[in-house]
């Protein structure tokens, strides 16, 4: 088995025993002991080693088969298979996703004091808000909602973008 590990750092790129250990929560001394022969491999380590690194256990165990388990679809790309979200959209959310949780509530603060404002008058007019599927309602639709929620009233055949214009050409 420890010829294993050591196919395995070098499947991994290369990592060194430290970067390898310190995924486990191991030392390199206690990594280098493994490798080696020293010691044996714990069933706790195993275990992590499979789950850290989505190795197959028969694999790490035998030395038979792949190495590393099938790559499952990503949370984030269910979530845009199933929204339909573009290239863009669907890297936006992973990136924020991958922030650390310091950086998003940052994020988080600054688009409330944006978007406070707005929800507070949906909710004041809408206090049961209806959440719809993607796709399920027009863009125009929504427009409406939203204009309606913040008491704008467009004209007969008016849009959002020259509800607006209407607007400031009688105030």
């Known amino acids: 088995m420890n010829e294993r590990i050591k196919e395995l750092r070098a499947a991994l790129g290369g990592i060194s025993q430290r970067e390898f250990g310190e995924a486990l929560g191991i030392g390199k001394s206690a990594v280098c002991r493994i490798e080696s022969g020293a010691v044996a491999l714990t069933e706790a380590n195993a275990i992590r080693i499979c789950e850290k690194f989505n190795v197959r256990r028969e694999w790490l165990l035998t030395g ?3 190495i590393f388990q099938p790559e499952k679809p990503s949370l984030v790309s269910e979530v845009a ?7 863009l959209e669907t890297a936006l959310l992973a990136n924020y996703l991958a922030l650390p949780e310091e950086d ?5 603060k600054i688009a409330s004091k944006v978007i406070d404002p707005a929800l507070a008058a ?9 959440v719809t599927p993607p796709g399920s309602s027009s863009v125009q639709d929504a427009e409406a909602a939203y204009e309606k929620a913040l008491g704008f009233a467009p004209s007969a055949g008016g849009t959002a973008s020259n509800t607006i214009d209407d607007t400031a050409s009688t105030g």
């Open 104 to 108: 998003r509530r940052a994020i988080m």
């Open 122 to 130: 949906c909710a004041a007019a809408a206090p049961d808000p209806v």
């Open 81 to 87: 298979a199933q929204y339909h979200l573009s290239n």
């Open 64 to 66: 038979e088969g792949e």
